[in-house]
Structure formats: C-alpha cells, structure tokens
C-alpha cells in the first residue's frame, strides 16, 4: 500500500461517526436493553388480552399498567405526548359518531337521531382499550431499533416471506420518502401552491403516479441487484441477540400479571 | 481467459429505438476496459445484458467460450462478474451494513465465520472498519457508493462490471476506491462519463456510440 493511499483510507477512516445501536430507538433506560423477543412476546400477548378485554375496568387496568411501562421505558414526553394524541384524533370519532342512533320512522324521510348511552360507554371501552395496547406497543417496541424487531420477528419463526417483506419494505419507505421530498421541492421551487382547487388535486395525483412508477421501477432493479449476488429466496439475517437473565424475569413477571389480569377478567367477578 | 463474450447482440426496449444492432463486446481476464459514452447510450444495458437481467432480441452471449441459454448459466456468471450498480439505493437492500456485505457470500454457501472474516475483511480495505452495524438508508450517498462495492467484492469475483462507480464519491473517497481496485487483481469494465478516472484507472479505452463500441479517435 503507498503511504498516500493508506493516510487517505485512514483519514476516511477516522471521521466515522461512533456506529450508534439505538439510533431508530426512542429508550435509553432498561426496556431498551431487553431481548426484543421478550418484548415481542408479551406485547402480543398482552395486545391479544387487551383486545379481548370486555370490561372498562380491566381496560382502564391495562391502561395503567401500559402508562408504566411508558415510565419506565423513559420515552421522553414529547414524543410520548405527540403520538398519543395521533391514536386518539381516531377516538375522537367514536365519542362523536357512537352515541347517537339513527331510528327510521314509517315514512322515507321520516329519520330521527337519539341519544344512546349505551354507545357512550361502548366508546369509552374502545378509548381505553386501544390506548392500553398502544402505551405497551409504545413502550416495548418503540424502544428497540425496528431492525432488531425485524430480526426478533425472524427468530420467533414468523414466514421468512414475511419478515423479507417488512426489512425491504421499511428499507425502501426511506428512499420513497427521500424521493417525494425531492419532488415536493422540485414542485415549490416552480411556484406551487397547494390549495383547495383542481390544479392541486391534479398535482397530487400525477405525484402519486411518479412515486408508483418509481417504486415499480426501483423494485425491479432491487431484484436484479439480488439476482447479481446470488439471490435464490434467503434473506440471511446476522444473529446478534443475547438472552440475559433480565429478559427470563421479564417474560416470567409480565405472564404472571397477564394470567392475574384474565383471571379477573373471565372468572366470573362481577364488574358492575 | 475470455470470461465474457457478447456476439451481434441486438436489443431494444419495447416501444423504443433498438439500443443495440449486432454489438459485439468481450472481456478476459487481466483486462481492464473503459467504456465512454454520453447519457442513453446504453452503457447500463449493456452490462445488464451480460449478466442475463435483460434479454437481447439476437446474440449470443458466451462465458467462458460456453454458450449461456438459461437462468442456470446466468448465476453461474453473475459469482464471476460482480456488477456495481449506478444507484447504491438499488444495491444495498438489506437493512444493516455487515448484512448487506453478507448477502452475497451466504448465498454463495460459504460458513457464518467465513462470511464474518470476509465481511471485516472487505470492509476494513475500504477503510469502513466499524460501518458493520450501520443503517444503510442513514449513509452519505459516498459511504453508500464504497458499501455498494464492498458488497461485490465479498462475494470474491474474477471481474467487475462497474456503473459509473465515482458518482458522489468526494475526492478523499474516489482516491480510496481507485487504490483498492489498482492494487486488486481484478479485470473490469468500467462505464463512466468521467474520461480522466478511466485513463487512470484502465488499460484501453473505448467508446460506447450509436449502439456499437468503437476504438477512440
């Protein structure tokens, strides 16, 4: 090697960043340690009591114990508090539309809206159940790399077809977002202003098809990429997990809450 | 040793102009060709031609002086040439860097700790030693470019088909690039736009015009 060539490779060398392990994770406190097969077992697990849950009660229960996992997970609050909000502009829905029933008369026309109660209280059921799944959702998955989760879903034996299909599709939402942000750019560089009018609508469609063609294009040259490196339907995955004896406590403790949490639920405690 | 012959290939994309009428091309081994060219003349499809991504209307395409027919021969080929892609965004679809640079040799059937030596290797003669657990989309468009090459070279090759491979490469970078492949004993056929990077980097050059190659003036 020629001293030149060496002192530019370890030039190039030494401005890498530090390789960052957490950087698409949110948590820096214990949750983001532990093994994501842990987590992902008994998110799904406690995803699937939630959803079957029937008692605002043991709703309200789930909700407790998903806002301390987000405590414990040490999230941050902005975060926290933003995506919150996002789930519950879907809830807002059910408090507006639930508690009101439609009744038809003898004539066609003949419509009248009342007041319903029982659509209110099956609108707060749905509120906190889906709250209590997205605080644990939040808390366990969104406090390892999306990678990691990836490859934990590669390990639990999910469809290979299916987990090559979520690595290549969180792979290339990048590359599509980086290329609608170029177009977006190359739109308002020309004067584009979107507005509540035809030229707009117009404007998005021809952006959608862009992104459609693009995206059929590039796929196809990802395959010939495969091909090239002697693609023939594995996609390898690196093992780097470790189970600790904090992920056995984990699994153990969370199992245990969750047989407490049905037991309540399904053995006969009237809730009322 | 001839590794690639391509004869009187003709090929058009449907509904255009043919790209190619009775093109010839070959590459040996210990050769190192340039090919210049202006935009659209065709220099990716040639390359995607020899290694059986697209197929020509009429030709014939020999590796190794055996006819190539079918997919089968065509993988056989692709362990030989390694083709360097013009978008790194195509090449590197895995979602870690030492993952990507693995693809080929696992495919290749080689042992996790081969790959593993071949990876660190590979990586560490590009000067990206701790780029192994690297995202790829958070790369530079450079970082991506020498992770796109890596990828290639991992999976051991005779020769590469190179696609405009200085493309957002900054000088530190390019120099790099261009001191690993000199001191390789790698043939290549290298496309560019770039008439400086090809005289340094190749033993003749030719030019790719109206869909034949022709010595340049």
Same mark, same amino acid.
């Given at each position: 090697?020629?001293?030149?060539?060496?002192?530019?490779?370890? %030039?190039?060398?030494?401005?890498?960043?530090?390789?960052?392990?957490? #950087? &698409?994770? !949110?948590?820096?406190?214990?949750?983001?340690?532990?093994?994501?097969?842990?987590?992902?077992?008994? $998110?799904? /697990?406690?995803?699937?009591?939630?959803?079957?849950?029937?008692?605002?009660?043991?709703?309200?229960?789930?909700?407790? !114990? *998903?806002?301390?996992?987000?405590?414990?997970?040490?999230?941050?609050?902005? $975060?926290?508090?933003?995506?919150?909000?996002?789930? &519950?502009?879907?809830?807002?829905?059910?408090?507006?539309?639930?508690?009101?029933?439609?009744?038809?008369?003898?004539?066609?026309? #003949?419509?009248?809206?009342?007041?319903?109660?029982?659509?209110?209280?099956?609108?707060?059921?749905?509120?906190?159940?889906?709250?209590?799944?997205?605080?644990?959702?939040?808390?366990?998955? *969104?406090?390892?790399? $999306?990678?990691?989760?990836?490859?934990?879903?590669?390990?639990?034996?999910?469809?290979?077809?299916?987990?090559?299909?979520?690595?290549?599709?969180?792979?290339?939402?990048?590359?599509?977002?980086?290329?609608?942000?170029?177009?977006?750019?190359?739109?308002?560089?020309?004067?584009?202003?979107?507005?509540? &009018?035809?030229?707009?609508?117009?404007?998005?469609?021809?952006?959608?098809?862009?992104?459609?063609?693009?995206?059929?294009?590039?796929?196809?040259?990802?395959? %010939?990429?495969?091909?090239?490196? *002697?693609?023939?339907?594995?996609?390898? !995955?690196?093992?780097?997990?470790?189970?600790?004896?904090? #992920?056995?406590?984990?699994?153990?403790?969370?199992?245990?809450?969750?047989?407490?949490? /049905?037991?309540?639920?399904?053995? *006969?405690?009237?809730? &009322? | 040793?001839?590794?690639?012959? +391509? @004869?009187?290939?003709?090929?058009?994309?449907?509904?255009?102009?043919?790209?190619?009428?009775?093109?010839?091309?070959?590459?040996?081994?210990?050769?190192?060709?340039?090919? +210049?060219?202006?935009?659209?003349?065709?220099?990716?499809?040639?390359?995607?031609?020899?290694?059986?991504?697209?197929?020509?209307?009429?030709?014939?395409?020999?590796?190794?002086?055996?006819?190539?027919?079918?997919?089968?021969?065509?993988?056989?080929?692709?362990?030989?040439?390694?083709?360097?892609?013009?978008?790194?965004?195509?090449?590197?679809?895995?979602?870690?860097?030492?993952?990507?640079?693995?693809?080929?040799?696992?495919?290749?059937?080689?042992?996790?700790?081969?790959?593993?030596?071949?990876? @660190?290797?590979?990586?560490?003669?590009?000067?990206?030693?701790?780029?192994?657990?690297?995202?790829?989309?958070?790369?530079?468009?450079?970082?991506?470019?020498?992770?796109?090459?890596?990828?290639?070279?991992?999976?051991?090759?005779?020769?590469?088909?190179?696609?405009?491979?200085?493309?957002?490469?900054?000088?530190?970078?390019?120099?790099?690039?261009?001191?690993?492949?000199?001191?390789?004993?790698?043939?290549?056929?290298?496309?560019?736009?770039?008439?400086? +990077?090809?005289?340094?980097?190749?033993?003749?050059?030719?030019?790719?015009?109206?869909?034949?190659?022709?010595?340049?003036?």
């Amino acid at each position: 090697m020629s001293e030149a060539a060496s002192q530019a490779a370890a %030039q190039a060398a030494v401005r890498v960043e530090p390789a960052p392990t957490l #950087d &698409n994770a !949110l948590a820096v406190g214990p949750v983001g340690r532990l093994d994501p097969r842990a987590k992902l077992v008994v $998110v799904f /697990a406690y995803s699937l009591l939630m959803a079957l849950a029937y008692s605002p009660l043991m709703a309200a229960l789930g909700v407790l !114990l *998903g806002l301390g996992l987000v405590a414990w997970a040490r999230l941050g609050w902005k $975060v926290f508090l933003s995506r919150l909000v996002a789930v &519950n502009l879907f809830t807002a829905f059910l408090w507006l539309f639930l508690p009101w029933q439609l009744s038809l008369g003898q004539g066609a026309w #003949d419509l009248s809206l009342a007041y319903n109660p029982d659509g209110l209280s099956l609108a707060l059921l749905v509120t906190l159940k889906a709250n209590a799944i997205f605080l644990a959702l939040l808390a366990l998955l *969104g406090s390892s790399p $999306v990678n990691d989760i990836f490859h934990a879903l590669a390990h639990l034996k999910v469809p290979s077809k299916l987990v090559t299909m979520f690595l290549l599709f969180y792979r290339y939402l990048h590359v599509m977002r980086q290329e609608y942000q170029r177009l977006r750019q190359a739109m308002q560089v020309r004067g584009f202003q979107p507005g509540s &009018n035809l030229h707009t609508y117009k404007t998005y469609a021809q952006l959608t098809g862009i992104l459609l063609v693009r995206s059929l294009d590039r796929s196809e040259r990802v395959y %010939q990429a495969m091909l090239c490196r *002697g693609f023939g339907g594995t996609f390898w !995955l690196l093992d780097h997990f470790s189970w600790r004896r904090a #992920d056995t406590g984990f699994c153990l403790v969370s199992g245990l809450v969750l047989l407490v949490l /049905a037991l309540l639920q399904w053995s *006969g405690i009237s809730w &009322n | 040793m001839e590794l690639i012959r +391509l @004869e009187g290939v003709s090929f058009a994309y449907s509904g255009r102009p043919p790209v190619f009428q009775g093109m010839d091309f070959a590459l040996s081994e210990g050769q190192r060709l340039g090919i +210049l060219g202006p935009n659209g003349a065709g220099k990716s499809t040639l390359f995607q031609i020899c290694l059986g991504l697209l197929h020509p209307q009429q030709g014939r395409i020999y590796a190794k002086g055996g006819l190539c027919q079918g997919e089968k021969d065509f993988r056989a080929l692709r362990r030989e040439l390694g083709y360097l892609f013009q978008d790194p965004d195509d090449q590197l679809f895995c979602l870690t860097v030492a993952e990507d640079v693995a693809f080929g040799p696992l495919n290749l059937g080689k042992g996790r700790q081969e790959v593993q030596r071949l990876v @660190e290797g590979t990586l560490n003669s590009l000067g990206l030693g701790d780029y192994g657990h690297r995202l790829t989309y958070q790369l530079s468009g450079g970082e991506k470019r020498l992770i796109s090459l890596a990828t290639v070279l991992a999976m051991q090759p005779k020769a590469l088909l190179l696609d405009e491979p200085s493309t957002g490469l900054d000088s530190e970078r390019a120099a790099v690039m261009e001191r690993v492949l000199d001191e390789s004993n790698l043939s290549w056929a290298m496309v560019s736009h770039d008439l400086g +990077l090809l005289e340094r980097t190749c033993h003749n050059i030719v030019r790719l015009e109206g869909g034949l190659l022709k010595d340049l003036p």
